[in-house]
């Protein structure tokens, strides 16, 4: 089956560019999506087709997705900011998440 | 603006079926091109898709639940549910039901608040 890996965790300064991978087999062909979720609360789609921000979601994020990686990408990262990001893509018609990544804001 | 609700016994015995409603409101389960899910995620760990129903009556469920599982739609309830059979406490987790907005891909915009199920004699 299809595996999506992220680094359990990322530390990011106030103010500073966050980056957080994702990694699977050739998922450059694939689109890739990004969910943030706080804790109690359901996710929210913060980046969906690699690059591609909802309506309501800051500039500060963007993705990119090229060869076997996805990166979510948050700029001047916040407080607020501070949550889990999940990856996710389709593989032979099934949703795959990545393990989740804890953001930590300090 | 479409809503979900999940609902449901919070407590399940094992081997038992675990069984869940997402009432949907703003919007109808009958009307539109939209793929209704279930998802889960265990205490402390990852989300995990379980599968959906599609509004052609068409199903897709994760492989490694598959043998357990059935997603079916209510119209006259306005509502979908899950069926997820013979339960162990690896089933113990908080499970969403969520849409899709076909304007976002095939991703999911739309997600109930959750609802804990925990396995359990």
């Known amino acids: 089956s299809y595996e999506l890996t992220q680094p359990p965790s990322v530390s990011v300064s106030p103010g500073q560019t966050a980056s957080i991978t994702c990694s699977g087999h050739?998922?450059?062909?694939?689109?890739v999506f990004w969910y943030q979720q706080k804790p109690g609360q359901p996710p929210v789609l913060v980046i969906y087709?690699?690059?591609k921000r909802p309506s309501g979601i800051p500039e500060r994020f963007s993705g990119s997705n090229s060869g076997n990686t996805a990166i979510l990408t948050i700029s001047g990262t916040q407080a607020m900011d501070e949550a889990d990001y999940y990856c996710?893509?389709?593989?032979?018609?099934?949703?795959?998440f990545g393990g989740g990544t804890k953001l930590t804001v300090l | 603006q479409v809503q979900l609700q999940e609902s449901g016994p919070g407590l399940v015995k094992p081997s038992e079926t675990l069984s869940l409603t997402c009432t949907v409101s703003?919007?109808?389960?009958?009307?539109?091109?939209?793929?209704w899910n279930w998802i889960r995620q265990p205490p402390g760990k990852g989300l995990e898709w379980i599968g959906y129903?599609?509004?052609?009556?068409?199903?897709n469920y994760n492989p490694s639940l598959k043998s357990r599982v059935t997603i079916s739609v209510d119209t006259s309830k306005n509502h979908f549910a899950l069926k997820l059979s013979s339960v162990t406490a690896a089933d113990t987790a908080v499970y969403y039901c969520?849409?899709?907005?076909?304007?976002?891909?095939?991703?999911?915009?739309?997600w109930g608040q959750g609802t804990l199920v925990t396995v359990s004699s």
């Open positions: 969520a849409r899709d907005d076909p304007g976002y891909g095939s991703s999911w915009s739309f």
């Open positions: 703003g919007g109808s389960v009958s009307s539109g091109s939209y793929y």
């Open positions: 129903f599609y509004s052609s009556g068409s199903t």
């Open positions: 050739k998922l450059g062909n694939k689109d």
């Open positions: 087709q690699d690059t």
């Open positions: 996710q893509a389709w593989d032979s018609f099934t949703a795959v």
